[in-house]
């Protein structure tokens, strides 16, 4: 089975291989400071299931804590 890369924006995308789902640096707002969607709109709620969730570092833009509270 191959690796399945979806990317939703900026940083985040979903990476699914073997059954196993890692979300990466979760977004999931139109606009965030001086960051907006350019575009397409923010993920569907589907992207919010994951098994593991990846946060690269803790700016604002990758450490969203509205979108972590999201997360399945």
Do not use: K, N, Q
């Amino acid at each position: 089975m191959p690796v399945e890369v979806t990317w939703w924006g900026h940083a985040t995308c979903t990476v699914e291989d073997s059954g196993v789902r890692v979300l990466t640096d979760p977004l999931f707002a139109r606009r965030l400071a001086h960051l907006r969607r350019r575009r397409g709109a923010p993920p569907p709620p589907g992207a919010a299931v994951a098994d593991v969730v990846l946060v690269s570092h803790l700016h604002a833009d990758h450490l969203h804590i509205p979108s972590l509270a999201r997360l399945a």
